[in-house]
């Protein structure tokens, strides 16, 4: 079972709201999909993290940040040649790979990191 983009998002939001409605919600690193499906089970945990952060009465707004576990990736580039009336008339498939920051970047300075993650391959 999946959950969509939008009630992922939903979701997190209610997460924070729940625990006190004053406290803000900022979601990283998706801004780009306009459509996904996320994985149900994840979601469920994701959302009850979110709680738990957002239940400190220390902590003014939540920030959650998705990002490439596998910090290199292998993407398909499409590239289309558009007519003048929209239509698609030729394309051109590429590959390329895209080295992504790992959670380094944002857990720099952080001391209480709890690393609920199972290791690669058993999720």
């Known amino acids: 079972m999946h959950t969509s983009l939008p009630e992922f998002k939903l979701k997190m939001q209610s997460a924070v709201v729940r625990q006190s409605p004053s406290k ?3 979601i990283k690193g998706i801004e780009n999909l306009k459509s996904a499906k996320m994985q149900s089970l994840r979601t469920g945990r994701i ?3 979110v709680q738990e952060v957002a239940r400190d ?3 003014d707004k939540v920030e959650v940040v998705i ?5 290199e990736t292998m993407h ?3 590239i289309k040649g558009i007519d003048k ?3 698609a008339k030729k394309a051109i498939l590429e590959v390329i790979n895209i080295i992504h920051p790992t959670e380094e970047v944002e857990l720099a300075g952080i001391n ?3 690393d609920r993650r199972p290791p690669i ?3």
């Open 67 to 71: 990002m490439p576990r596998v910090p």
């Open 24 to 26: 803000g919600l900022e």
């Open 57 to 59: 009465r220390d902590i």
């Open 47 to 49: 959302e009850l993290a």
């Open 85 to 87: 009336n929209g239509n």
């Open 76 to 78: 398909t580039v499409i």
């Open 112 to 114: 209480d990191i709890d």
């Open 121 to 123: 391959g058993k999720h």
